[in-house]
């Protein structure tokens, strides 16, 4: 039982190149959520998906796209990335009934 | 603006001793609540919550305690561990809409001293 998965856990970008950033869970949850964790800033919600075949935006949703590819699965894509997107990324999940959220270990990216 | 705020960055105490991290919010429908643990490196891990309806919830060396009128909640460690070291998050929700949302304060880095 891995829990919440992210990959890749490093990434340098250039900027206006694109990414897609993985996030799987193997708890049966069914919402997962996209958070950005930025010093002074705690952590912003992006995008959430709060059962599979829906996704909503969050506080900081501009800029980046999701994708809930499945009940297990829930991407985070940057399609033009910006240095102001410089930051460690982390994806949650929860089971309906519950609000206690579960966390993947992150993922820091950097775009110069 | 910020609907959570965790206003002292740091905190350093003596292993052994209380430590008290504190969160204020100003959303007045937030109705449910959550502190979380962070090491570096890692993700967030849950420590502890608490419904509106109560004023105080205990787990072993943990308790946190919820003032609504104040819109203020604390959470104490008793005694104080040097594992206990990590940045504190604290967290904020509506219970309905079950979307799950969380609100996060900007954290307190506690750090215990042997």
């Known amino acids: 039982n891995a829990g919440v998965t992210q990959t890749p856990k490093f990434q340098v970008l250039k900027t206006g190149q694109s990414m897609t950033l993985q996030c799987a869970q193997d708890m049966n949850h069914n919402s997962m959520y996209w958070y950005r964790q930025d010093p002074g800033m705690g952590l912003r919600l992006i995008y959430y998906s709060a059962s599979e075949g829906t996704t909503d935006k969050g506080e900081v949703p501009n800029g980046y796209n999701v994708s809930r590819l499945n009940k297990r699965e829930f991407s985070l894509r940057l399609e033009s990335a910006a240095p102001s997107q410089t930051s460690v990324y982390f994806c949650a999940s929860m089971t309906s009934g519950d609000y206690e959220q579960y966390f993947g270990p992150g993922t820091r990216l950097t775009v110069t | 603006d910020q609907q959570v705020k965790q206003n002292s960055p740091s905190l350093s105490v003596q292993e052994g001793r209380i430590s008290i991290l504190n969160c204020d919010y100003t959303n007045s429908m937030f109705d449910y609540f959550l502190w979380y643990k962070k090491y570096p490196a890692e993700g967030p891990t849950f420590l502890i919550s608490?419904?509106?309806?109560?004023d105080k919830n205990e787990d072993g060396r943990f308790t946190v305690f919820l003032n609504k009128s104040a819109k203020h909640l604390s959470l104490h460690i008793v005694p104080s561990q040097p594992g206990d070291s990590a940045v504190y998050f604290c967290?904020?929700?509506?219970?309905?809409?079950?979307?799950?949302?969380?609100?996060f304060g900007q954290g307190t880095t506690l750090q215990v001293k042997p």
């Open positions: 608490i419904s509106s309806i109560k």
């Open positions: 967290a904020a929700t509506y219970l309905s809409g079950n979307t799950g949302k969380l609100i």
